[in-house]
């Protein structure tokens, strides 16, 4: 995906923003004029640092699912431990496919809202379609490891900044003999999570682009 250029801005004395940059907690507001406003401002300072964790958990979640539905469940590959050298794994059926392609969907709508799920579906979409080739395994996708660059929480809206390393696994049929890819790379996401009414934090947006030297 594209690399994009984040717009938004925070309005002064619009309430309170809590950051966390490399794993530390700067709790940024606006100056109250009088005792009684400087409580107020601190009082949201703390309430915002507490939701920190939540966004973290969300975006981590969320991330880990828009990779892990890019390919199909383990039961639909099978054990390719014990592949000879050349040897493709099993075809994954049409009617795996198919689960693959509705499970998915359900899985992102759990953690994107109803217009970011509908992109990350394209990912998906692309991916059930790639394994109909009979030349094309998808053996694995996924998100390793997530490190946090920079959090912003401001009412019910959330910035996030991080690095993510993510993989996939996938066999491909090239002049007649098969060769298997195992290529692991380190992408910085930009994402904003808003809070909905049930006080749960979903993604709705999400752009990333390959880290500096690990485009493939």
Do not use: C
Not at 29 to 52: F, H, I, N, P, Y
Not at 71 to 85: E, F, I, N, R
Not at 86 to 91: I, K, L, N, Q, S
Not at 131 to 160: C, H, I, M, Q, Y
């Amino acid at each position: 995906m594209p690399p994009t250029k984040n717009t938004s801005r925070t309005p002064a004395l619009a309430g309170a923003l809590a950051v966390a940059v490399a794993g530390g907690v700067i709790a940024l507001g606006g100056a109250g004029s009088a005792a009684g406003g400087q409580d107020t401002v601190d009082g949201l300072v703390k309430s915002d640092s507490r939701e920190l964790s939540g966004v973290k958990s969300a975006f981590t979640a969320a991330v880990k699912a828009s990779r892990a539905v890019q390919a199909p469940p383990a039961s639909a590959v099978g054990d390719t431990s014990k592949l000879a050298a050349g040897e493709p794994a099993p075809m994954v059926a049409a009617t795996a496919r198919k689960k693959q392609l509705s499970d998915g969907v359900s899985l992102l709508g759990r953690y994107f809202t109803p217009t970011q799920a509908k992109k990350e579906e394209n990912g998906l979409h692309n991916a059930v379609t790639a394994e109909a080739d009979p030349g094309f395994r998808n053996l694995g996708s996924g998100a390793s490891k997530v490190v946090f660059t920079r959090v912003g929480v401001s009412g019910a809206t959330a910035t996030v900044q991080a690095e993510v390393t993510i993989w996939a696994k996938f066999q491909q049929k090239v002049n007649g003999s098969w060769a298997t890819a195992h290529p692991v790379n380190v992408m910085n996401y930009t994402a904003t999570l808003i809070r909905n009414s049930e006080g749960k934090w979903l993604v709705s947006s999400m752009t990333g682009d390959f880290a500096p030297g690990e485009a493939p």
